[in-house]
Structure formats: C-alpha cells, structure tokens
C-alpha cells in the first residue's frame, strides 16, 4: 500500500482492482500488512458492507481524504513537495460527497415534458454549463449519439437525444454566446452537433486543450489525446477505477448505472476548469495582484505609504512584477482551423 501516514480515524478512499471504496480507518497491521476499515461504502454501487479488512495485496491505492480542507493527502500527490509545478485540487471528504450526491441526484430526461421545460427554464439562468456527448467517438461518422449531458455547479441533465434529438431550446444553450460552455475533446461534440444535427456550437474551453498547453509550457512531453479519466485522475486524484471503461449507452432503455456513468462524464468539466484557470493558468496573476495589494500596506502607516508615493514617484506600485501567464499559446501547435474546430 501507498507510503502514506495513516491516523485512526481518517476517511479513507480505497482503490481495489475491481472496486472504489470509501471508509473510516479503523485499524492497521503492525507490519501495514493490512487495514481494517469501518463504514464501508463501495463509492460506486452505494452499498454499504459495515467493517471490512483489507490486505496489502490486493490494495492498489489508499487516499486519505481529510473534511479539512487544508489536511488532505494522497499517495501520487505526497511528491508535490518535491515538485512544486505538480498542480492537484485537494480533495475533501465535503466536496467528494457533494459530487457523489450530484451524480447520484442526476435528472434523466427523454421526452419534452413538464420534467423537460424546468430542466431548461433552469439551465437558461446559468452562465457556465460542463457538456459531454455519449457515443460520438467516430464524430460525424458515429452511428447514432445517445445521450447530451449538461452539468451546471450543482446539477446534472442528462438528455436522450436518441430519442428527442436536439430541441431548439437545447440548440440555444449550445450555440448561443451568453453561454459559456466546458468540454473534454470538443472536437468530437462539435463534428457530431454540426453534421449531424446542424448545430454550430458557440464559445467553449476545452480541458484537454488546457491540459496540452499547461504541459508544453512546462517542457513536458504531453499526449494529445488524453482522456477526460485520466486528466481527472491527474489533477482530482480520484482512482482510475471510478469509471466504467466499457460502458454502453447504446442500449434502451438506458440503466440507471449508465446513467451515473454519463453524470461522471460531465461532473468534473466545471471544477477542471477552475483549477486549470484560477489555479495554474492565472496563478502569477494573481500573485502580481497580490504583490500590488501589499505595495502600500506592508508600510507601518498610512502616511509612509502616502509619502513614497509622492516623493518616489509611485515606486511602491512601480515595484510590483509584471504580470506572465505563464501560458504560450504557440506552444500549442495547432493548426488555426483546427484550434477553430475545439
């Protein structure tokens, strides 16, 4: 198991080769042999299997998840002190169960009914909306796309769009520029809306052209098509079991457990981008802001900060770094219309 301190009492997520388990440390073996865990939740089927023991054989990952916000730790994430450009979002116990409780909370929609015109009349007062696409893999060419999923900060829609294709009001919120939208490979979903449903989608940010760019910048080799499982396993640490590789959203009706595959799909768009913005593409921004905030209180008073600023000429802010982003968007070598295209 991970070389991680292990305090009784911890919530602790555990990835075994088949499940994803969520419980209370209760106990571990004097050689860490094996950990006995309280409050067992398989994390997803939601059963609950009360005190379980688990042996260091069969366990391939242990993250600890603190409800502080500022004590969590993980075992890929305990080199981020060796690495400071290692950019993670900590998770907690509080935002774990919330996005398990949106996923769970998902509202299925198949046909325009009374169900349908809230799931709309709501999403038209959101301005950021996470979209995946199930089934689309080969673009324009995909035999039949099955389900449009769309996620806001708190919610998730999950639209049958084999069966009520796209509606004009759906249309709206994928083209209409007041939206701003969050996709995984948005080629795929642009190709597939354009030929297929003749929808041309509006602005959108694409986590895996975020993720290319924040890997060319920092000299790294970068696979360009790397999925959204693995940029949330990267960045969330979240176990690569969590999701089902070999799901089908082809058949009808769809299951229940195909229908939390598709929230898992989209429930992370959001949150992916506010660490990719606010996080690692903004964060010597925000450091120059910082700087410049301090530049006339970190004086020991009101009237020294007013006389640097008369007598040095506005040396106190004129002191402050400029600003870089930090991103090289020509790092990104892609083509203009196919950058068009994402």
Not at 105 to 123: A, E, M, P, W
């Amino acid at each position: 198991m991970n070389k991680i301190d292990l305090v009784l009492g911890q919530t602790v997520l555990l990835e075994l080769e088949e499940e994803c388990l969520l419980g209370e440390l209760l106990h571990v073996g004097s050689d860490r042999s094996f950990i006995r865990l309280s409050n067992v939740r398989d994390m997803l089927t939601k059963e609950s299997y009360g005190i379980q023991t688990y042996y260091n054989s069969e366990i391939r990952n242990i993250q600890v998840i603190s409800a502080d916000k500022g004590n969590t730790q993980t075992g890929p994430s305990a080199n981020a002190r060796d690495n400071p450009k290692q950019f993670t979002k900590l998770l907690t116990l509080e935002n774990l169960q919330e996005t398990l409780e949106q996923i769970n909370n998902y509202i299925f929609i198949h046909q325009t009914d009374v169900k349908y015109h809230d799931s709309i009349r709501y999403l038209k007062t959101q301005r950021h909306l996470g979209i995946a696409m199930e089934s689309i893999e080969h673009g324009r060419h995909s035999i039949s796309p099955s389900l449009l999923s769309i996620a806001t900060h708190d919610s998730i829609y999950i639209f049958d769009i084999k069966w009520m294709k796209i509606t004009d009001e759906m249309r709206d919120l994928l083209s209409n520029d007041r939206y701003r939208r969050v996709l995984h490979n948005g080629r795929l979903v642009k190709d597939v809306l354009q030929h297929k449903f003749g929808v041309e989608l509006g602005k959108c940010f694409d986590v895996m052209v975020a993720h290319i760019a924040i890997g060319k910048t920092e000299g790294k080799i970068v696979e360009e098509g790397v999925s959204l499982q693995a940029c949330v396993q990267s960045y969330l640490k979240l176990p690569d079991k969590f999701f089902d590789m070999n799901a089908n959203f082809d058949e009808r009706p769809v299951s229940d457990t195909m229908k939390r595959e598709a929230a898992k799909h989209v429930v992370f768009l959001l949150p992916l981008q506010d660490l990719f913005i606010h996080e690692i593409m903004l964060e010597p921004f925000y450091s120059s802001c910082s700087n410049y905030l301090q530049s006339l209180s970190r004086n020991p008073d009101f009237i020294s900060s007013l006389t640097d600023l008369r007598n040095k000429n506005g040396e106190a802010i004129e002191a402050v770094a400029p600003v870089n982003l930090g991103i090289d968007v020509e790092l990104l070598d892609i083509p203009e219309q196919e950058s068009n295209r994402s």
